[in-house]
C-alpha cells in the first residue's frame, strides 16, 4: 500500500486550469480518470489525510503510485478527453455502467441499395437507421409485420435476396404483398428508398401525415366506387392505427426526450432510460454499476450521459434530457450533448406535469432493475464463494484462487496442434484474458510435451513483464528471448472474429506498438494462484515441472481427468475425489470445458484455412485478384497444371516471369487428393472445379 505523500505533487506544480488526470498504480497501469474545472483544486482533495477521504477514495488514492494530468482549453474538452481515456484504459475504479440485457433494435439498413428493415443488437452500425431498443425482439416483429402492409419493405437476408433475383421469382411475401419485391424488379432502387423513408418517418414518429394520407385516398376510391381498394385502404389504416397503440402517448406535445432516472444504495446504482419520441414511449435500457469510487448521483448522472451518447450523434441524441440530478458543471455537459446531437440540448430535471409523472414511472423501474439484480447476484455470489472454498479446501490452499487459469491441447491425428488458455476470475471467465498458442517446439503429437512448452511460454511471458516492472529481480528467468516466444492474438473477446483469425507467427517487435508504460495491463502481467490443466498426472506432472525450471513456487497446479472427473495435484499417486454434487467440481469443469471449446474452435479453424490452401498461395506476387483470374481462365488447378507458359501468359494481366513462376509452383506440388461426396460416396473430379 503506498502511501499518497509520497507520489503528491509540489506545490505550484499543478496548473489552475481544466483538465484532466490520471493515476497509476506502480506498475504504470491507468487506475483511475478524472475531470475537472481546476486541476489544481481538485487533486488536492485526493492529498488529505487518509481518515477524511471516503473509504473508495482512500483505497484508491494508496493503490496509486503516481499521478499525471493533461490541460484543456474548455470544460467540454475536459468531458471529451475523460471519456475517452476511460474507454481505452478501463480504470478498475471509475464507473463503468454494464448492460443488464442486450436490448434489440428495430434496425433500417440505409446503407445498402435496397434497405432492409430487421432486428439488431449489440454495436451500432454506419448507415443503418435504429429505432429502439425495444424489451422483447417478438414486439418488434408485431410492429414490422402491421406495418408491412402499408411499407412494404424488404425483409429478407442478402442470401434470399440474391436467389430470388436469380431465380426471377420473389418470395411469400412478395406474393401476399408485404413486400414490394425488388428482387426481381418490381419497384425500382429509388422508389425502394422512398418506401423505407417513409418507413423511417413513421417510426421517427410522424405519424398523422401518412394517416390523414391514407384516409383522403380511402374516401376518394369510395367516390371512385373503387371499393376493393377503399377496403385495402381502410385495413391499411387500421393496421396503423393498431401499430401505433402498441407505444402508448405519454407526453401530449410530442415531446423528443431521453428520462434518465437512478436507484442506488452503498455499494451499487441502476440507471433505467427511457426513449420518448413524438410523445410515445419508443425504447427502454437499464444499466447496473458497481460504486467503486465516492460518487453521487450527479457523478452517476454524468457518467450514464457519457455512456449513453459517447458513440451517438445526429437525431439518436434527442432535444430534451430529463434527469433526476444535474452533473457538477450542467453547462459543459450540454455543450458536449449538443456537438454530438448539432442543434441544441436541453438538460433538466423535470419539475411538474406529465414529464414528472413518467420520471416517477422510470425511477420506479430503476428501483426493480437494483432488486432484481441484488436478488441475482446474492445467489450468484453464494454459489461462486462456496465453489471457490471448495476448491481450495480440497486442493489445500492457503486462500480460495480467486484467478484460475486452464490449458488444453488440441490437434487432429497429430496435425495443426495447438493449446488454449482460459482465464476465470472469482469464478467467471474473463474472455478478454482468453488466449491462444500454436506449438512451436516440435512436430508431432505429445500431450505431456506440448503442456510443458504452453505453461513455460506462459510463465516466462509473466516473467519478463515482473522484470520490466522491477518486481523481478533475476534476470536469467524469462529473458527478452522468451518474451516475444507465443503467437497469441491480443486482448480480445473469444469467439470474434478478430480471436478466430490465425495467431501470428512473427515474433519481431512491432516499431508501432503502444509504449510499454502507456497505463494499459499486459497480456499476462496477472500470476494465476491456481493453474488447471485437462489430464491426469503426466498432464500435472509436466506443468509442475515447468513451473519449478521457472522457479516459481507461489501457483499451485491440478488435473482434471476427464475419465471419472478427478482431481490430480503434483506427485500424489491418488487422486482426489470432489463429490458429484460439488460446486467446487462443477466450476472446475466449467472452467475445463471452456478452455476444451476454445481449442478445438483454433484448431478447426487451422484446419480449415490448411484444407483450403492451394499451391497458388506460396508464388509470391500473385494476388487473390489474378489468382481467382486464372482458375476462372482454366477452370481448376488440375487444368491450369497441364497448361504451358504461353497459355498461362494468355491470362489478362499475366506477365511472363509470374506465368514461369506459377508453372513451376504447380509442377514442384503433388496434386491433392481427389474430393468425396459425403453423401454418395462419389468420387468427384477436378476438371470441374472452380475454386484453387
Request: charged share 30%; aromatic share 6%; hydrophobic share 40%.
Amino acid at each position: 500500500m503506498a502511501d499518497p505523500s509520497s507520489y503528491r505533487p509540489q506545490p505550484g506544480q499543478i496548473p489552475d486550469s481544466p483538465g484532466v488526470y490520471k493515476f497509476r498504480d506502480e506498475h504504470r497501469r491507468v487506475i483511475y480518470v478524472g475531470k475537472a474545472k481546476s486541476l489544481r483544486q481538485r487533486l488536492a482533495n485526493y492529498f488529505q489525510p487518509l481518515a477524511s477521504l471516503h473509504p473508495r477514495t482512500a483505497t484508491m488514492v494508496t493503490t496509486a503510485a503516481s499521478v499525471e494530468w493533461t490541460v484543456v482549453s474548455t470544460e467540454v474538452e475536459a468531458l471529451q478527453l475523460e471519456y475517452s481515456w476511460i474507454k481505452e484504459f478501463d480504470p478498475r475504479f471509475n464507473v463503468k455502467y454494464r448492460d443488464d440485457k442486450s436490448y434489440p433494435y428495430l434496425a433500417v439498413t440505409l446503407n445498402e441499395e435496397f434497405p432492409r428493415v430487421q432486428v439488431m443488437r449489440g454495436h451500432k452500425k454506419k448507415g443503418v437507421r435504429y429505432f429502439g431498443p425495444y424489451a422483447h425482439a417478438w414486439a418488434i416483429r408485431e410492429t414490422v409485420d402491421l406495418m408491412l402492409r402499408v411499407f412494404p419493405v424488404r425483409t429478407c437476408s442478402a442470401g434470399v435476396f440474391r436467389n430470388a433475383a436469380s431465380a426471377g421469382r420473389p418470395c411469400l411475401l412478395g406474393y401476399i404483398g408485404k413486400c414490394s419485391a425488388p428482387c426481381v424488379g418490381r419497384v425500382t432502387p429509388e422508389e425502394h428508398r422512398e418506401l423505407a423513408g417513409e418507413f423511417c418517418d413513421f417510426m421517427a414518429g410522424r405519424t398523422g401525415t401518412y394517416i390523414r394520407r391514407l384516409e383522403k385516398q380511402m374516401t376518394l376510391a369510395a367516390e371512385d366506387m373503387e371499393y376493393e381498394r377503399a377496403a385495402r385502404l381502410r385495413d391499411d389504416i387500421g393496421a396503423l392505427r393498431k401499430a401505433m397503440e402498441k407505444n402508448a402517448v405519454v407526453l401530449a406535445d410530442a415531446t423528443d426526450a431521453d428520462l434518465i432516472a437512478l436507484a442506488e444504495d452503498e455499494l451499487e446504482a441502476a440507471v433505467q432510460i427511457f426513449h420518448v419520441r413524438g410523445g410515445r414511449v419508443r425504447g427502454q435500457r437499464g444499466w447496473v454499476t458497481d460504486k467503486v469510487e465516492a460518487v453521487g448521483a450527479a457523478g452517476l448522472v454524468e457518467h450514464a450521459l457519457q455512456q449513453l451518447y459517447g458513440e451517438e450523434s445526429g437525431d439518436a441524441v434527442p432535444k430534451e434530457v430529463l434527469v433526476p440530478a444535474l452533473p457538477e458543471d450542467p453547462d459543459a455537459v450540454a455543450q458536449w450533448l449538443a456537438a454530438r446531437r448539432g442543434s441544441q440540448v436541453s438538460l433538466r430535471i423535470p419539475q411538474r406535469g406529465d414529464k414528472k409523472d413518467l420520471m416517477e414511472t422510470v425511477a420506479r423501474n430503476a428501483q426493480q432493475a437494483l432488486v432484481l439484480h441484488k436478488t441475482k447476484r446474492a445467489s450468484d455470489l453464494t454459489t461462486r464463494s462456496r465453489a471457490l472454498e471448495e476448491i481450495a479446501d480440497a486442493l489445500g490452499l492457503d486462500s480460495a484462487p480467486l484467478r484460475i487459469e486452464c490449458f488444453d491441447i488440441s490437434h487432429l491425428q497429430g496435425e495443426d496442434v495447438v493449446a488454449s488458455m482460459v482465464v476465470f476470475e472469482d469464478g467467471l471467465p474473463r474472455k478478454s484474458e482468453f488466449r491462444r498458442f500454436q506449438i512451436k517446439g516440435f512436430e508431432g503429437q505429445d500431450d505431456v510435451r506440448s503442456m510443458h512448452e504452453v505453461i513455460g511460454r506462459r510463465f516466462r511471458r509473466y516473467l519478463a513483464e515482473k522484470e520490466k516492472t522491477g518486481e523481478w529481480v533475476d534476470g536469467g528467468v524469462g529473458g527478452a528471448d522468451d518474451a516475444g516466444e507465443t503467437g497469441e492474438p491480443g486482448a480480445v473477446p473469444a469467439g470474434s472474429p478478430a480471436q478466430d483469425a490465425t495467431a501470428s507467427e512473427n515474433d519481431a517487435p512491432d516499431p508501432f506498438a503502444a509504449p510499454e508504460d502507456d497505463g494499459r495491463p499486459k497480456r499476462f502481467a496477472y500470476p494465476p494462484q491456481l493453474v488447471v490443466v485437462d489430464g491426469g498426472q503426466p498432464q500435472v506432472a509436466a506443468a509442475q515441472r515447468a513451473l519449478d525450471e521457472l522457479g516459481i513456487d507461489d501457483v499451485a497446479v491440478c488435473g482434471l481427468a476427464k475419465r471419472l472427473e478427478e482431481v490430480w495435484l503434483p506427485g500424489d499417486d491418488d487422486p482426489v475425489v470432489l463429490p458429484r454434487s460439488s460446486e467446487g467440481l462443477y466450476l472446475l469443469q466449467r472452467v475445463r470445458d471452456a478452455a476444451h471449446d476454445f481449442a478445438i474452435r483454433y484448431q478447426r479453424s487451422k484446419r480449415s484455412k490448411r484444407v483450403r490452401s492451394s499451391p497458388l498461395d506460396a508464388i509470391p506476387g500473385l494476388g487473390e485478384t489474378r489468382k481467382q483470374a486464372l482458375i476462372k481462365h482454366f477452370g481448376s488447378v488440375k487444368r491450369l497444371r497441364q497448361a504451358t507458359i504461353e497459355q498461362i501468359c494468355e491470362v489478362p494481366g499475366m506477365g511472363r516471369k509470374t506465368a514461369e513462376a506459377v508453372a513451376v509452383a504447380l509442377a514442384q506440388a503433388a496434386p491433392a487428393a481427389p474430393a468425396v461426396n459425403t453423401a454418395t460416396g462419389e468420387i468427384m473430379e477436378d476438371d470441374g472445379g472452380t475454386t484453387a
